[in-house]
């Protein structure tokens, strides 16, 4: 009994390791290969590709806590405010932003999440071509659905840098899982032209 307790152990640690050293090394290969391209656009030696989509440089800062905006889902109807930050007290008030993120319209990754029983319990309604619309005191952005995926809850890979602007929502899933849920529900949003 000892023996299998251990090697089912060190079955989910080394489960768990693998998942966060993939997670990491996506995080540093695109960090390696911004700054390749980036290196040599500067010394002219090559060009790097312009974005398709018309992100913004944002100069406004957010304190935790703060709303930032509204976020906008036409398939479910939906009008949800967004908060900077994902503790608790944000997520009981609506979306969070993830702090270590860039901000709705900026190019690479801006991550929101929610809770499934509340402002996300339609979101699996939400597929592929659907539009996510961020209404920020900022701007207004829209977004094309361009995947969905399931992962593990302690999944990282939803949180790397991307190449282009991104936004990204998830929440716990099963929805209908009572207690604390082992996935996550996944949407992949690219920012359209506008």
Same mark, same amino acid.
């Given at each position: 009994?000892?023996?299998?307790?251990? $090697?089912?152990?060190?079955?989910? *640690?080394?489960?768990?390791?693998? @998942?966060?050293?993939?997670?990491?090394?996506? #995080?540093?290969?695109?960090? #390696?290969?911004?700054?390749?391209?980036?290196? +040599?656009?500067?010394?002219?030696?090559? &060009?790097?590709?312009?974005? @398709? *989509?018309?992100?913004?440089?944002?100069?406004?800062?957010?304190?935790?806590?703060?709303?930032?905006?509204?976020?906008?889902?036409? +398939?479910?109807? $939906?009008? =949800? /405010?967004?908060?900077?930050?994902?503790?608790?007290?944000?997520?009981? +008030?609506?979306?969070?932003?993830? $702090?270590?993120?860039?901000?709705?319209?900026?190019?690479?990754?801006?991550?929101?999440?929610?809770?499934?029983?509340?402002?996300?319990? @339609?979101?699996?309604?939400?597929?592929?071509?659907?539009?996510?619309?961020? +209404?920020?005191?900022?701007? !207004?952005? !829209?977004?094309?659905?361009?995947?969905?995926?399931?992962?593990?809850?302690?999944?990282?890979?939803?949180?790397?840098? &991307? /190449?282009?602007?991104?936004?990204? =929502?998830?929440?716990?899933? /099963? #929805?209908?899982?009572?207690?604390? $849920? /082992?996935?996550?529900?996944?949407?992949?949003?690219?920012?359209?032209?506008?």
């Amino acid at each position: 009994m000892s023996i299998c307790l251990i $090697a089912g152990g060190l079955y989910i *640690t080394s489960t768990n390791a693998w @998942k966060l050293l993939q997670g990491y090394a996506l #995080f540093q290969f695109g960090q #390696f290969k911004e700054q390749t391209a980036n290196e +040599k656009n500067a010394s002219g030696t090559a &060009k790097a590709a312009e974005p @398709k *989509t018309k992100a913004k440089e944002i100069n406004e800062t957010f304190q935790t806590g703060e709303k930032i905006g509204d976020l906008v889902i036409p +398939k479910i109807g $939906a009008e =949800l /405010p967004i908060y900077h930050g994902t503790d608790e007290d944000e997520l009981v +008030k609506g979306v969070g932003h993830y $702090a270590g993120s860039v901000l709705p319209g900026e190019n690479d990754n801006s991550v929101l999440a929610g809770h499934r029983d509340t402002v996300f319990r @339609k979101l699996g309604e939400v597929g592929k071509g659907d539009k996510l619309i961020v +209404k920020a005191s900022y701007g !207004t952005f !829209t977004y094309k659905v361009k995947k969905v995926r399931i992962v593990d809850s302690d999944d990282r890979t939803i949180i790397v840098p &991307k /190449p282009r602007a991104t936004l990204t =929502l998830s929440t716990c899933y /099963p #929805f209908d899982f009572i207690g604390s $849920a /082992p996935e996550r529900y996944v949407l992949v949003a690219n920012l359209e032209e506008t």
